[in-house]
């Protein structure tokens, strides 16, 4: 019996820990990497998709390269992503709008506006005052612009987001 996610076999784990061991961030995760793991085996998708570690993991394969199964842990943790963002609710939430924040971004200015980033980011996500104060202070200190700034070849990039766009079109009528 296999399960594959993103052509990895979340079998092949045995539950050594030493993805978990090998984490820098594994203290802040509220599963960690070989409890995600093991919750794939027992068929525990909803569980998974639900944690935040997922969205925490910094995709550094420090527990990829000490697996002794060679199970690629940072390439389920992208599909899980995806497939965390696919979902209407949960904690992809605020990243889906985070995601689509930085895409209207590029599609409108050629690069990421990063003030208009965080005010969006702010209104999208419902984030705190604090944030607001933050941004501020960044601003002030010439860490943010206020005014984006564009590229020369911004049509070129509005136009590969056209292509995307009629792309996806296309599958949805097929």
Not at 21 to 35: K, R, T
Not at 130 to 135: E, G, H, K, P
Not at 146 to 165: A, D, N, T
Request: proline fraction near 3%.
């Amino acid at each position: 019996m296999s399960m594959l996610v993103n052509g990895m076999d979340v079998y092949a784990c045995y539950q050594c820990g030493k993805c978990s061991a090998s984490c820098p961030v594994y203290f802040a995760m509220d599963i960690l990497p070989h409890q995600i793991l093991r919750l794939l085996q027992i068929g525990e998708m909803d569980q998974v998709l639900d944690c935040e570690s997922i969205w925490l993991c910094t995709l550094c394969s420090a527990c990829s390269t000490r697996c002794p199964r060679g199970v690629d842990l940072p390439v389920i943790i992208e599909e899980l992503r995806r497939a965390g963002l696919r979902r209407v609710s949960g904690p992809g939430r605020s990243q889906r709008a985070f995601h689509n924040s930085v895409l209207r971004s590029l599609e409108r200015h050629g690069r990421v506006y990063k003030a208009g980033l965080a005010v969006s980011g702010h209104l999208s996500t419902g984030s705190r005052q604090r944030d607001a104060r933050l941004v501020l202070a960044l601003l002030k200190r010439g860490k943010l612009r206020m005014w984006p700034s564009r590229i020369r070849g911004r049509l070129v990039v509005r136009g590969f987001f056209q292509r995307v766009q009629a792309g996806q079109e296309g599958e949805k009528d097929v």
